[in-house]
């Protein structure tokens, strides 16, 4: 089983409120991801980081915010939800091994926004 | 449109039976096909990858297969047990970034009666 961690795994919160997604990891990987998954439905990417200090905005538009100080930790911030952010958060981490790249998923966060 | 279609959408067979799951893509450079394995409320499990030059790859009860030619690829499931319950999901990766990007189906959700 993957060395990757996410919490809370479930959060219903009000509209309006700021919510933190958490996301570490322990096996020194340098690339991480964030992706949105509704049911039913592919993963959509929506941030990703090289490493420290580097974050990108992935395919899908998002109203979320990410950072990376750390390289375990990869948190993705909503300022204020709305309940259009109702889903599950998936995180995943990988090697910079670009012909093999294999993602290493944490267990998801499943977010309602009432 | 989705470059990743996968086939049937969904399936239930009885415990001990074999089946058979597909994946149709367009990606193109095509690098890798994975496919991953997500119980209900986690985040997908790598099963098998294969690159371009491997036509047919085993992980125990699950055997891949790849035509590269065809852009197909099929999960075969042996001696299905009630664990194999979840989604298989397929996924693409190109050549076209750094990146290295992904391309996910919308994966075949697998019931085994028991």
Redesign the interface.
């Known amino acids: 089983e993957?060395d990757?961690y996410q919490t809370p795994r479930y959060l219903v919160i009000g509209t309006g409120k700021k919510i933190t997604l958490e996301c570490s990891q322990t096996m020194g990987h340098d690339?991480m991801y964030w992706y949105q998954q509704d049911p039913?439905?592919?993963?959509?990417?929506i941030h990703?980081s090289?490493g420290v200090n580097s974050t990108e905005k992935g395919d899908l538009s998002s109203e979320s915010t990410v950072s990376r100080i750390r390289t375990e930790h990869f948190p993705l911030t909503l300022e204020s939800a709305r309940p259009s952010h109702t889903s599950q958060y998936?995180?995943?981490s990988s090697t910079r091994d670009?012909?093999?790249?294999?993602?290493?998923?944490?267990?998801?966060t499943?977010l309602t926004v009432l | 449109k989705n470059q990743v279609e996968q086939s049937p959408q969904s399936l239930i067979i009885l415990e001990g039976k074999n089946c058979t799951l597909q994946c149709n893509y367009t990606v193109s450079p095509f690098s890798n096909l994975r496919w991953y394995k997500q119980d209900t409320g986690r985040g997908p499990v790598s099963l098998t990858i294969m690159t371009f030059s491997e036509n047919t790859k085993s992980n125990g009860r699950y055997t891949a297969t790849l035509d590269a030619d065809t852009k197909q690829s099929s999960l075969h499931i042996t001696a299905s047990q009630l664990s194999d319950s979840a989604s298989y999901i397929c996924v693409v990766s190109d050549r076209g970034s750094t990146l290295g990007r992904l391309y996910f189906g919308r994966g075949t959700q697998l019931t085994v009666w028991p």
């Open positions: 993957a990757i690339k039913g439905m592919e993963l959509h990417l990703y090289y998936l995180c995943a670009r012909d093999t790249d294999t993602q290493y998923f944490g267990p998801g499943r």
